[in-house]
């Protein structure tokens, strides 16, 4: 009797778990389809400040984002970190359908009576559905845990890293402006960051001069990210292209090295000192000459431009004088023919008159047929 109860107690519990294994399964399947992961997987602090604050980033990844998810966060472990811990936008964080990553942001304040110590927790994340399903299947949740450990102290602690280092074009005199992407690990502002940047030709076998550099133009924040510039005193570099050798250094140990390229622009002052110079060479037509050739070449061409000025103005009075007396003397010689041509109009005109007059005067020739009358008187005559 007591092997057949130990037998009926067994395959009850054996049911039991084949039921809850069977009603499971569909839960378990798209799990292992959709994956989900978070970056970085913990929130870490080694050197807070009491009444101190900082910000957090955990990336949200999922290869499987077919519909909107709303994401769900709890913080376990010290009691303190649930007070200290803001989840940013909490009531509003929906990864949307298509939407493989997602930031999730988690403000940290450290109280001003926080006690010097380590504090540890969990901060649980999970993805559910934002509709549920409502065809008899199983809302699948899926999870991830990152770790919180902040620890406070109260030394003030100067750490950072250097990422990426940049340089822009400069013009010959100017100064050299590193631009740094850094992270402030420390608890404490930034306000100097050592630098040294060696200046080398382009084919880098050379080693031009070596510059020095380390005040910010503005402090970065503790547990800050951001772009800080360093400048460096003006490298009087002639104009050309070279390669700067960046290093930053902290507390005397190199942290970070780079090379960036660096072209040198021609200064105002010396384009229009070239542009002069062009302008005389064109002027004088003797490129390559010395300066003062050419600065005596283009006083005598301007000289030489001056008189021939003069020559021509001269020449254009002489002309407009002669046209002037042209025309006074063609009005002369006009009026003097007109004059002329009435004196000669009234000689002809007296000439005919008196031969006129003359012609009245003299004996008029008898007519044909006074002589024929007169010969014929005669012939009678000599009959009778």
Known sequence: MKTKAHFSIFTGLFTLVAILFTSLAPAVVPTAQAAFGISPPWIKNENALPNSSFTGKITLSTNNPEQDMIVKTEVTGDRSLKKWLTIQNEDDLIMKKGQSQFPLFVDVNVPKRAGIGE???????????LVKNNAGGIAIALGAVADIEINVTGDAVVDFRVSSARIDPIREGENIKVSLNVENKGNTAIEEIELKAEIWNQTEDELIQTLEGEQLDSKLDAYAN???????????????????????FKEKIAVFETKVFLPVEASPERLAQQAAEEAEKEAAGKPGLPAKEEADDTEAEETKEV??????????EDLKAAA??????????????????????AAVIGVLVFLLKKQGNMPQAPSAREESDKHYKNISKGLL
């Not at 504090?119 to 993805?127: E, M, P, Q, V």
């Open 119 to 129: 504090y540890r927790g969990k901060l649980n994340i999970r993805l559910e559905p």
């Open 226 to 248: 951001g772009l800080v510039n360093v400048t460096i005193p003006a490298p009087e570099l002639p104009e050309g292209s070279y390669w700067v050798k960046v290093k930053a």
């Open 324 to 345: 002037d007396s042209g025309s006074n003397l063609l009005l002369t010689l006009a009026i003097a023919g007109v004059a002329f041509g009435f004196i000669a109009l």
């Open 307 to 316: 008189a021939e000025a003069d020559e021509e103005e001269e020449k254009e």
